[in-house]
């Protein structure tokens, strides 16, 4: 027999039993609509962690002095770094302090972050209105603030209010500032979770943040993309311990590294939730089996009539499996259609899930592969039948 042949005997041969293969199909489409479903929700929330992480700006070096004794980080050190370390995009002052913001009369959590002059580079701060505090701003300690659009549309309900005054708390300093600038909210994705409990983001000059003891604590540092956080931490440290002879006493926090963790975390959860899923299409599978070998049972006589004729127990073998790759493909691609068509119903409520095509390929082809695997046994069974035997007990 030609592969045409083989392909046109196993179709005619499904289409016969067409309610039994239609319920052997429906499981195996909702096997396939299970894994891509939850694959793809894992891979998006994977991916949205992964955006989120890295939008807010954290993505990227802390040099901190050990010991919070010593006399504070020099406020030239980031102008330093950049001069004599390769790999450095940008280094600025980067006081984290955590404090309230009270505006009209209301109060919310803030995460109080006094800067230095080149910290939207440093933290990839995307400034929406107004500006962000410059060198005379440090130097004079203004009282300027930098919110975040969050905040902004909290309260006004737009996004620009530079000019707004707000007032910041923390600990038992109270200072008045006035918005010299609005940025883009680095809390988006994680509001929905968090609610409340996010603070808002206040950018204000190092010397003019509450409570300012004059120390300066850390710089935050953007690597160059061309360099890995590694190597760049370890020139870092290389210089200080040479120039300043600071003997150890600075240290680099990879932040890069911890988000790298998260996203490998992320990614496992996924795969995790993927292999659950893919629980339901290895029971598919199993229908397919059982499927396939009553439909052996029934068609004893055929078999043995095509035995007969001369048909070689190569072709009954490969015109079963052929039917039963035939059964777990139509499952597979009714299965994926049913995704896409939820996720396209979904998508018009603005929970856009992307279907990559190399996702779609993969279920078809571990489907087409679970039709051989499933399909072999009963395959060889109706092979390896005699002809006699099979005309004889085939008999009415």
């Given amino acids: 027999m030609t592969a045409g042949d083989i392909f046109r005997t196993g179709l005619r041969q499904l289409l016969r039993a067409k309610g039994q293969s239609q319920l052997t199909i429906l499981s195996v489409a909702i096997g396939v609509f299970s894994v891509v479903l939850i694959a793809s929700c894992g891979a998006y929330a994977s991916e949205r962690i992964s955006g989120e992480l890295r939008g807010l700006g954290i993505d990227g070096l802390v040099v901190y002095l050990k010991e919070s004794d010593l006399p504070g980080v020099s406020s030239g050190l980031g102008a330093e770094l950049q001069e004599a370390v390769g790999g450095i995009d940008a280094a600025a002052v980067l006081n984290v302090g955590v ?11 803030a995460a109080i972050l006094g800067v230095g002059e080149g910290i939207a580079d440093a933290l990839q701060i995307e400034l929406l209105y107004g500006r962000m505090p410059d060198e005379s701003d440090i130097r004079r300690a203004a009282k300027v603030a930098v919110v975040d659009e969050a905040l902004a549309r909290r309260y006004y309900k737009r996004a620009n209010i530079v000019g707004k005054t707000l007032l910041l708390k923390s600990g038992s300093s109270e200072e008045t500032y006035r918005i010299c600038g609005v940025a883009r909210s680095k809390m988006t994705g994680f509001e929905a979770f968090l609610g409340e ?4 983001f206040v950018y204000v000059p190092y010397t003019a943040s509450p409570g300012f003891d004059g120390v300066i604590h850390q710089f935050a540092v953007r690597c160059a993309k061309t360099q890995t956080p590694e190597s ?4 870092i440290l290389a210089y200080l311990d040479s120039s300043h002879h600071t003997d150890g006493e600075y240290a680099v926090e990879n932040i890069s590294g911890y988000i790298d963790r998260v996203e490998r ?5 996924s795969v995790f939730l993927a292999a659950v899923g893919a629980v339901s299409l290895v029971v598919a599978g199993f229908g397919v089996m059982n499927n396939m070998l009553s439909v052996q049972a029934l068609r004893r006589r055929e078999i043995g009539i095509l035995l007969a004729v001369g048909a070689l ?3 009954i073998l490969a015109c079963y499996l052929c039917e039963s790759v035939l059964l777990c493909a139509a499952g597979g691609i009714c299965g994926a259609a049913a995704c896409a068509v939820l996720f396209g119903f979904a998508a018009l409520f603005g929970f856009v899930v992307p279907i990559h095509a190399g996702m779609l390929l993969a279920a078809l082809g571990v489907t087409a592969a679970c039709g051989v695997l499933f399909g072999f046994v009963p395959a060889c069974r109706a092979a390896a039948l005699e002809p006699m035997d099979a005309l004889r007990e085939g008999a009415p």
């Fill in 99 to 109: 404090g309230v913001a009270e505006l009209r009369g209301d109060n919310e959590n």
């Fill in 197 to 200: 409990n996010m603070p808002f």
């Fill in 232 to 235: 760049v931490s370890a020139a």
């Fill in 265 to 269: 975390i992320a990614e496992a959860v």
């Fill in 313 to 315: 127990q190569r072709d």
